[in-house]
């Protein structure tokens, strides 16, 4: 037997006096259709292109146009970062002019034709502190209404700045906050930002990332609003009540609840200029899977908080998850689009989980505009915890991801391990707590829909999402027994640990994966990942396909029917196509959009856990992804950014 080796951890951003937000945008609010502006092409993150000049019927004679290398991986020498580096950034074009980032926050600036450098920034993060991610989902340009002004380069970086950059130059701009740079730790803490911030109006709207499962009173998940052109803080807003007077404070119950950390929003921020709204998705409190400290409801966390961006006040939210146990951290970009169904257009907001449930909401209220409904689920049998009775489940969209657990393997003896480590296991279907036996957590914290995210073809009406379908082991151990389970216990010892200081019990996280001489041997039935598209014209499943491979297909040529665990999301274009990467085997591939088949693929010279984007410049359009690889997830590490074009 021969495997696909790779080690899976996943434990698992001018001096010019122009009025601020109060003024109108300007009336542009779709970008041009050759660039890609924002990390999701528009603000409202629907990677939607209407390039079609690549299309079903060529895509298959695309060939590489140009590779970039960054020189990243020097970076890293002396140093742990290579087991955390992960080159996740989607770069930007605007003016003929690429912009992204390195893992370490490296900027860089490419003419869009050649892959020729322009200029580099390097903010010199220092790589030896205690950094939970090393990576960046790139950069944030301004202004992005089309107002004639001198663009700014916004870029959010690991050790919590947020720095200005002068489009041209790449130098920083000596009027905004001190020299060019926000200082987003002080009043918070130890932060960092791996996701560009939303820009609405001349305001730049910023979250946080920060390790979670190390204690309970972790740093403040504020998101804030800076001033575009001075750093001025205009507004700050807590997911989390910190007197027994703040909204939502009577769901947080506990003599500490309002000591919590974390609910902060890693992920990605939309925005809505023409309705003034930002569109924030928050996680889970800390620590991700014990909530005795905070009984209740635990309302704001892990759920879409839509913000009014010129006051910083809540307008509406949805909370996705009840009393979060589980890491299901709301990790993708809410995606904002018009709903086309019976012959009415309604302006929506979609909301893919890692439970592999899909919320669609109207976009000024909140309310869902497909059945929601409350359903009982299991009670936690951890003393000090309570469970949320029931969980908010969508009735008529299809659910995604893993969800019936059973046991697999490729031979009749692995499946016998695994069969025998299910039985010690406690499983009582999705939403089951923690325990102290093991709980089977599925679908596991990596999804379903991870940060990887959606996009939408307003053509069509299909939603289009890859999904993982992994199982986690969560253990929750009294930390007095601690050592003595250890001791007993390899497959325990072996597991990623969580502290959770200040609650009485040690976390311990493993996957539904066995490891022998040959590599990870997965317990659970395949496909371990798939591409989905779903037709929100009818809320239907439209077609779902495996998506890459883990195993060797030389020696079991039914691996490509298998799937792979995904990190990195798709695009959709007028051409007919989605482009994905994300894989574990290294490949950029294209599907027909209407129904899933596999038309093209690429070996990428790394993994490529990254979203790619699609350009036009000089008349011909271009296919564009960073290939550098993702440390935790295995893949192969790297410095590329590889452009594909028709010859």
């Known amino acids: 037997m021969k495997f696909i080796l790779f080690w899976l951890t996943l434990t698992a951003l001018l001096t010019l006096s122009v009025p601020s937000f109060s003024q109108a945008p300007s009336a542009r609010t779709s970008p041009n259709p050759g660039e890609w502006p924002a990390y999701g092409r528009d603000a409202g993150g629907m990677r939607y292109s209407p390039l079609r000049q690549i299309n079903a019927a060529n895509v298959k004679n695309l060939k590489p146009a140009w590779t970039f290398r960054t020189g990243e991986l020097e970076t890293y020498e002396g140093t742990n970062t290579k087991e955390k580096a992960a080159f996740e950034a989607t770069p930007l074009l605007v003016d003929g002019t690429l912009y992204f980032t390195t893992p370490t926050t490296r900027v860089f600036a490419l003419d869009a034709a050649t892959g020729r450098k322009k200029w580099e920034f390097d903010p010199e993060v220092y790589l030896r502190q205690d950094l939970s991610e090393v990576t960046s989902r790139g950069v944030s340009i301004w202004p992005a ?157 892990s759920s879409i908080v839509a913000i009014r961006a010129s006051t910083g006040k809540v307008v509406w939210h949805f909370q996705t998850v009840h009393h979060d146990l589980w890491d299901y951290d709301n990790a993708a970009q809410p995606l904002l689009f018009t709903l086309n169904r019976n012959g009415k257009e309604t302006p929506a907001v979609a909301v893919g989980t890692k439970m592999g449930h899909i919320f669609i909401l109207h976009r000024e209220t909140g309310e869902p505009l497909f059945p929601v409904e409350e359903r009982p689920v299991p009670a936690s049998t951890v003393p000090g915890e309570e469970a949320f009775p029931t969980q908010p489940f969508p009735t008529t969209l299809p659910r995604l991801g893993l969800h019936q657990v059973e046991a697999w393997g490729p031979t009749a003896e692995l499946k016998a391990v695994a069969q025998k480590r299910m039985d010690r296991l406690h499983y009582k279907g999705i939403f089951t707590p923690p325990s102290f036996q093991g709980t089977i957590v599925s679908p596991g914290n990596v999804g379903g829909m991870n940060w990887s995210g959606m996009c939408y073809d307003p053509e069509s009406g299909l939603l289009i999402t890859n999904v993982n379908r992994l199982a986690a082991v969560i253990t929750l151990m009294p930390r007095e027994k601690m050592s003595g389970a250890m001791k007993s216990n390899q497959e325990l010892l072996r597991a990623e640990t969580g502290y959770q200081a200040g609650t009485p019990y040690i976390m311990k996280r493993s996957y539904l994966f066995g490891q022998n001489e040959q590599g990870i041997v997965p317990q659970t039935t395949p496909p371990w990942g798939t591409l989905a598209a779903v037709n929100l014209k009818k809320g239907t499943l439209e077609w779902e396909v495996p998506l890459g491979f883990m195993y060797d297909v030389a020696q079991y040529p039914d691996a490509r029917q298998w799937g792979s665990l995904n990190l990195g999301g798709a695009i959709v274009t007028a051409g007919g196509l989605v482009f994905v990467a994300g894989t574990i085997d290294g490949h950029l591939r294209a599907f027909r959009t209407q129904d899933g088949s596999l038309l093209w693929e690429a070996a990428l010279p790394a993994g490529g856990q990254a979203t790619p984007m699609t350009y036009e410049v000089n008349g011909k359009q271009y296919v564009l992804i960073a290939a550098g690889g993702h440390g935790k997830l295995g893949t192969k590490l790297g410095d590329f950014v590889v452009a594909y074009q028709l010859p």
Request: no cysteine; net charge neutral.
């Open 145 to 301: 209404d089309g107002r004639r002004l001198p663009k700014r380069v916004f870029v959010p970086t690991l050790d919590g700045r947020l720095i200005a950059l002068d489009a041209k130059t790449g130098q920083p701009i000596p009027g905004f906050g001190r020299e060019g740079s926000v200082d987003l730790r002080t009043g918070v803490g130890n932060i960092s930002v791996t996701s560009p911030p939303a820009v609405i109006g001349d305001l730049i709207v910023v979250g946080s990332s920060m390790g979670d499962n190390q204690r309970f009173n972790y740093e403040r998940g504020v998101v804030r609003a800076y001033d575009a052109l001075t750093g001025a803080l205009r507004w700050s807003w807590d997911p989390i009540p910190r007197t027994k007077d703040d909204p939502g404070a009577d769901t947080w119950r506990g003599a500490s609840a309002l000591q919590t950390g974390a609910a902060n929003a890693w992920s990605i921020i939309s925005a809505d200029p023409e309705r003034d709204l930002v569109f924030i998705p928050t996680t889970s409190p800390s620590p991700d899977y014990y909530g005795g400290e905070r009984l209740g409801k635990n309302q704001f966390a």
